[in-house]
């Protein structure tokens, strides 16, 4: 009887261990940043009160399921960063609104009060209940002489967010260029990959075998010949560097 009671004591012990471990881990998933893809360049980044739309465009309905947006970082004028009816439709009194001159210049009149300008190198900082967030503009550009046309340097934003004591890397339409290789201490980037507008999958696996984030998201890969081969570009990075982790989300429910 002794042993029995003995070994129900000890479980209960064990139970009760495993137990606080799991209540532990639900609480670090709490705190964690979550990320949820919407569509091609469209995402949400959310930590506690703050709630981070990402060139969102396809209308209020793409983000029925979301909480509103306390900001919005948008990228570059074109369609599938800048919707100014989808803006329009989920800005809030208290969200604010940060895009490149040539974004914020596009906006109609009732967003103004909500906007502001970053220009490449410049930063902002914001802080929302007990939550600071800063934002640095990133450059974004093609390299190619064929392609130059469609992302100039100077006009749009790439974005590094600091938040949660993470460093999260948003490339926005741009080649492998220099200011993303000298990236330092990247948490989480999201890097496009989509010919003919912005990189090869091989271009944007090399770039990232350089800068070295933590994790990597391949996103903005639907290009004009259907969808980039986003397991190669994984497979290309963890062959020659397993410390990163490339995670394939669903950018694409509906393709």
Not at 96 to 125: Q, R, W, Y
Not at 203 to 229: C, I, M, Q, W
Request: glycine share 6%; with cysteine.
């Amino acid at each position: 009887m002794k042993s029995i009671l003995k070994i129900l004591i000890i479980s209960l012990l064990i139970y009760g261990c495993k137990t606080e471990e799991k209540q532990e881990e639900k609480l670090q998933d709490s705190e964690a940043i979550q990320i949820t893809p919407i569509s091609h360049g469209t995402l949400v980044i959310e930590y506690k009160d703050m709630v981070i739309y990402v060139d969102p465009v396809g209308g209020a309905g793409s983000f029925s399921t979301q909480k509103e947006p306390t900001l919005i970082i948008i990228t570059d004028i074109h369609g599938d960063h800048l919707s100014i009816e989808t803006l329009e439709a989920i800005t809030k009194s208290h969200t604010k609104i940060i895009g490149p001159t040539a974004v914020i210049d596009k906006l109609p009149e009732t967003l103004m009060p909500h906007s502001s300008v970053l220009v490449n190198f410049e930063s902002k900082g914001f802080t929302i209940g007990d939550v600071t967030i800063s934002v640095e503009a990133i450059p974004m550009y093609n390299l190619r002489e064929e392609a130059k046309q469609f992302h100039t340097k100077g006009r749009g934003n790439g974005y590094v967010i600091t938040l949660a004591e993470e460093r999260i890397y948003i490339s926005g339409d741009t080649e492998d260029i220099p200011e993303m290789r000298q990236l330092k201490n990247i948490d989480k980037a999201f890097i496009c990959m989509n010919l003919p507008w912005t990189m090869t999958v091989e271009s944007a696996a090399d770039a990232v075998l350089e800068f070295k984030p933590k994790v990597v998201y391949p996103y903005h890969y639907r290009g004009t010949n259907g969808l980039s081969d986003v397991q190669k570009f994984k497979d290309l990075v963890t062959s020659k560097n397993k410390t990163v982790d490339v995670r394939l989300l669903n950018w694409y429910p509906n393709r």
